[in-house]
């Protein structure tokens, strides 16, 4: 599926959109970093929970569980959240 | 051209003799290694420290708490860096800041058991070169505090020791809130350059620890530090050390400034001598950083901040000064030739300040409001090397062969 990549993280994939594939919005991130070794540790911490300024939207809605079932069609957005200056 | 892979000279221990101090090494190209909150910068000195090359910004519009060179190589550098987004990580580059690459596996905390809570590092503060006989040992400080080890020259990180999951350690890290204002941090991470399973490390808060088994165990070395007024000295966790530095020729002495003073440490004893009280009233002994000589154990360096009223942390009275004692804490003396005379009410953090191994020693100075201060006369006098930068968190020396 097409996954949307933030200006912070175009070090790690030199394009704005990526292909990754998983049953899951983990399984993507998994993928995604097979591909972009590093990235996943960016936006996901130790404990599995994603980083308070990285937010994950499928198809427009933004979701809060990386477990969160995924279909071949969805399309993925990372955003980075405000952070402060 | 600093740029190429040069050697850089081996930080070996030399003994005092009674004939008098150890020698300088000779003439070498320093370079000092700046980390800011916007970025990293490699200032290049000429062979006589008098005009400076600037290389950066590394790493631009990140977080940057350390920047360091392997002396036992003299090419490898680490650097530690998260932006306000993303997660924390440790860059690593071989030829001098060239070209830089990511750690495969930077400091994490272990992932905890199902259903209970486990922590998260937020950023790597602090980072020490291994043992002389360690080649491609490194350890490293995180907020919150943990401690890490690689042993493939940062390449790959794994929790070291037991005090990342210790209930004991738990309990003295204490909380978020009790920690400094960017989060509690494990730093001053020290190797006994005679014996590579001695080590020490301090934490904000929780005190000064030591191992002289490798790290298998850690314990508290308190004794003598003061706390804030109304807390019981005897409770670990109350306790701030804000920099610990050993004496590279004395490896037997260490230097402490702390939330509450200036110490001195001479082992085997334990118990810390507070030296600050030397310090004129009117300045105190409050501050971040400490630096040594590094042939001379009985010099020490520290740049005083103002801890009164409600701790504004700015050079007192806005006048700042480095103050010198060349007794091991008898006397110190203000050092500000070149310095500001008035109205300037900026800082220097617990690791921005350092001394290269220079006959005189080089010393310099990162300050909040972004400038590197240099002098080339063991503080007589200070030069601006660099200003406008951001707020410097780090400042690192090397010398280049």
Redo the contacts between chains.
Sequence with gaps: MKVLI?T??LSYTQRREVDANGATLAAVLADLDRQF??IR?????????M?R??RFFVNGDQVFDPEQPLRPSDEIIIV??L??G | MARSASKATTRKPKVKTRAGLPRARPASRTVVLVATRKGAWLLHADAARRTWRVDGPHFLGHIVNHVVLDPRDGRTLLATAKTGHLGPTVFRSTNLGRTWKEAAKPPAFAKAAEGKAGRVVDHTFWLTPGHASEPNVWYAGTSPQGLFRSEDGGVSWAPFSHINDDPKYIEWMGTVQDGTPDGPKLHSIIVDPRDPKHLYFGMSGGGVHESTDGGKNFAPLIKGMQVVEGFDAAAVTFHDPHCVRICPTNPDRLYQQNHCGIYRLDRPGDSWTRIGRSMPKKVGDVGFTMTVHPRDADTAWVLPMDGQTVWPRTSPDGKPSVYVTRNGGKTWQRQDAGLPAEQAWWTVKRQAMSADTRDPVGLYFGTTSGEIWASRNEGERWTCIARNLSEVYAVETAELG
């Design positions: 933030p912070p993280l070794p590093g540790f960016r936006v996901i911490d130790e404990q599995d929970q980083r300024h990285i980075q959240a952070s402060g």
